[in-house]
């Protein structure tokens, strides 16, 4: 199920990267969201210039797939122009489609159980002392 087109926002990020997405929830630190989108320009040979969407993150491209991201690396956020929306709303169908078509264990319209922990639960299951570090290859950080 989709959000509101109200919840949707335009994040320009301290790498350059900008992304369109659906903010669920925020606090001082962090804002969750989902349905993250990456901006991508292009250019023509002839000078014109275009924008195209891929996912921000590989294999969190469903809606039910939700996304912390920490406010200290965004630089700025704004209410994307209407037709940004109905472009970002057209690229998520076309992925949602793609998705169901490819993959038969994906079914976006199926009733998914909301996790019911709160923002600070999740943070605090993600911060545990002894979880595995993705980043160095199954190396325990304590």
């Not at 023509?44 to 969190?60: A, D, I, R, S």
């Not at 200290?72 to 929306?85: F, G, R, T, Y």
């Amino acid at each position: 199920m989709m959000k509101k087109d109200s919840s949707v926002r335009h994040l320009k990020l301290i790498t350059g990267e900008e992304v369109i997405c659906e903010v669920l929830d925020e606090d001082p630190e962090h804002i969750v969201v989902n349905n993250a989108m990456s901006l991508m320009q292009n250019t023509l040979k002839n000078g014109e210039k275009f924008f195209t969407f891929k996912t921000y993150m590989v294999y969190q491209d469903t809606p039910i797939n939700v996304m912390l991201l920490f406010t200290d690396k965004i630089m700025s956020l704004a209410i994307p122009a209407k037709e940004m929306v109905e472009q970002y709303r057209t690229a998520l169908d076309e992925m949602a489609r793609y998705l169901e078509e490819n993959y038969s264990e994906v079914k976006l319209e199926d009733d998914f159980h909301e996790d019911d922990r709160s923002l600070e639960d999740w943070l605090d299951e993600m911060n545990k002392e002894d979880e595995i570090d993705s980043d160095v290859d199954g190396m325990l950080m304590n």
